[in-house]
């Protein structure tokens, strides 16, 4: 028992209570975001560079947003972005039972978009400003396991509504938003929340552009980052109607392999980070650049249950290494009064959820979709010429300790 207390402790509750959230939350998402491409393809007849637009949609507007939303909570406080960001999220959601036309979907879509790159980098800033240094890693591989039990739920029973009610499960996500934002209200009013140290040294968004912008590293973990989404973000947009048009339960079989993935992560999440703490993070990030892409290259190859299983399980590994060395590089690199600025910066590499999408479907519509992999594999590895580049730099500013301006 006491054990039992001495790990909670390590974390303020804050951090549990958005723990617990992401999971209902993504969860919920997980059962609706994923099977929007096929919700598109079968109710609305639109061709694939079409759904892909509709569906980058809300990467492109979290490109746009994070960054703003990221400095505008250090500017007026974490409290009233978070809150704002999941009221908006419960409407969104709502809207999706009612929309009947692509212009709908598409502006739906980008603002969950916009108010999940508010919230995101927002409660990751949040995270790191009431938790003591030497435990962020492993908040945020808690927070990124938290997102992958919602997942590992959410695909199976996506699934089922997919063939039955695809609204409700809009509803339900909804519901769950509004839920979250409502539980988050009451525990924000109810704690005390160590004030942020970066009120005491604002700086105009120009500015914070213009500091991040010099940050050379920041840079190149931004640019491999757009690479390794362009790929990664194949398993939402493209996979699923590659497999429909290839496999026989093409559908079922992709709500399996989200599920692996979800429970992969859930499961390796600790032991792969903590083996990973013994390298640059960006060298974790070079690994996993080299694993997702051999994943994408075997579902060009896919012809049923096992080669799909095995090349979602090559993907998983390197999505492991990539996505929480990236937030605790972003941590080391930002000043105490730019942290959130520069997590809205790293919404930047959603870029690549918004072009993967587009490429993806604009190549599935010209060519086979075995070559679509073949050519998204490429981009991909392209991360690791920006990750060797980012770990030279990165390595060099540590050891100099160069104070960043």
């Known amino acids: 028992m006491n054990k039992i207390k001495t790990y909670l402790g390590q974390f303020h509750t804050i951090v549990w209570v958005l723990l617990i959230g992401t999971v209902l939350a993504r969860g919920s998402a997980f059962m609706t975001l994923p099977f929007l491409s096929i919700y598109l393809s079968r109710n609305m007849d639109l061709p694939p560079v079409v759904i892909g637009l509709t569906v980058g949609m809300s990467p492109l507007m979290a490109t746009v947003g994070g960054f703003i939303g990221g400095h505008l909570s250090d500017r007026y406080g974490r409290k009233k972005v978070m809150l704002l960001s999941l009221f908006t999220l419960a409407i969104v959601y709502y809207g999706f039972t009612i929309a ?230 972003i941590d080391h690199l930002a000043p105490e009064n730019l942290r959130g600025a520069y997590f809205g910066a790293g919404q930047f590499r959603k870029i690549g959820n918004f072009l993967g999408p587009v490429l993806g479907g604009f190549l599935l519509s010209h060519v086979h979709g075995q070559v679509m992999f073949w050519i998204i594999t490429v981009i991909t590895l392209g991360s690791l010429f920006f990750f060797t580049a980012g770990n030279k730099v990165y390595i060099k500013t540590r050891v100099a300790g160069i104070e960043k301006i």
Request: hydrophobic share 55%; charged share 10%.
């Open 100 to 329: 009947s036309s692509q212009g709908w979907f598409i502006l739906l879509n980008a603002l969950n978009g916009l108010c999940n790159s508010f919230f995101e980098p927002t409660s990751q800033a949040l995270m790191a400003d009431i938790t003591d240094k030497k435990n962020r890693m492993k908040a945020y591989s808690l927070r990124y396991t938290a997102i992958n039990i919602g997942a590992s739920v959410g695909p199976l029973i996506g699934a089922y509504l997919a063939a039955t009610s695809a609204k409700m499960s809009f509803a339900i996500t909804g519901t769950t938003y509004l839920l979250y934002a409502i539980v988050l209200f009451f525990f924000l009013q109810r704690l005390v929340i160590p004030q942020q140290k970066e009120s005491k040294k604002m700086v105009s968004i120009i500015n914070a552009f213009r500091i991040i912008r010099k940050d050379r590293a920041l840079m190149f973990l931004i640019l491999g980052s757009i690479l390794v989404n362009i790929g990664y973000v194949q398993l939402d947009s493209n996979l699923p109607q590659h497999l429909e048009a290839k496999l026989q339960n093409g559908v079922v079989i992709f709500s399996v392999l989200l599920s692996i993935n979800a429970v992969m992560v859930v499961v390796l999440q600790m032991p792969i980070s903590h083996i990973a703490e013994k390298f640059k993070p960006m060298q974790a990030m070079l690994a996993g650049s080299i694993f997702m892409a051999a994943g994408l290259f075997g579902f060009s190859f896919v012809s049923g249950w096992v080669t799909a299983a095995f090349s979602i399980i090559l993907l998983t590994l390197g999505e492991i290494l990539i996505f929480p060395s990236s937030s605790i590089l």
